[in-house]
């Protein structure tokens, strides 16, 4: 196993890592209550009654933006076996300095072996490395397992989005949360 940077990606070796998705049985319900004085969020985990599924489908356009950000210098891939088994898509923030996580993912074959958590670590170490203050992500309410899995690893909720993918009240079952890790 090797972690290395990235200074190119084909579409070839990106599509190789598989689909990009997840099911989960869980999700953070956002619960609010607004007062004339006060406003309360909270995110209480709750299990669902069938299964949540998304399957993320790069189109040509994402994968271009992806290209893009890995020429910025800051993305990481870890390889195994000589193939690349998972990577991380970087992009620094510099209004607020810090390096952001667009995409992050661990090929099916090479999951539950420590391969994203050592990417992970890798990935805020190099921020710490480079001056940036803190690693941010963006990931969705359904998914439990990777908000589990960036909280163990030290991030927290910073911030969360109630109508990022849709209009509140129109059925969708996604909000985003925002994560972060600071480098100091």
């Not at 070839?12 to 004339?36: C, D, N, P, R, W």
């Not at 390096?99 to 539950?112: A, P």
């Not at 397992?145 to 910073?158: D, K, M, P, V």
Request: proline share 1%; charged share 25%.
């Amino acid at each position: 196993m090797e972690i290395k940077r990235l200074t190119a990606l084909s579409g070839e070796e990106f599509h190789e890592l598989g689909v990009f998705g997840y099911t989960s049985m869980q999700k953070y319900e956002a619960i609010t209550e607004e007062t004339k004085d006060a406003f309360h969020l909270r995110l209480s985990l709750v299990q669902l009654k069938a299964p949540f599924i998304k399957q993320e489908l790069n189109n040509d356009e994402d994968i271009e933006n992806y290209r893009k950000m890995v020429k910025l210098g800051h993305s990481l891939g870890l390889y195994a076996d000589g193939r690349l088994a998972a990577l991380a898509i970087t992009e620094p923030q510099t209004w607020n300095n810090t390096l952001m996580i667009w995409h992050f993912q661990v090929h099916e074959g090479y999951r539950r072996r420590g391969f994203g958590r050592q990417l992970l670590g890798e990935v805020v170490e190099l921020a710490r490395r480079r001056g940036f203050r803190a690693v941010t992500l963006e990931t969705q309410n359904t998914n439990s397992a990777a908000i589990r899995f960036y909280r163990q690893c030290g991030f927290t909720i910073e911030g969360i989005d109630l109508s990022l993918y849709a209009n509140r009240g129109t059925g969708s079952e996604e909000i985003a949360l925002f994560m972060r890790k600071n480098t100091t």
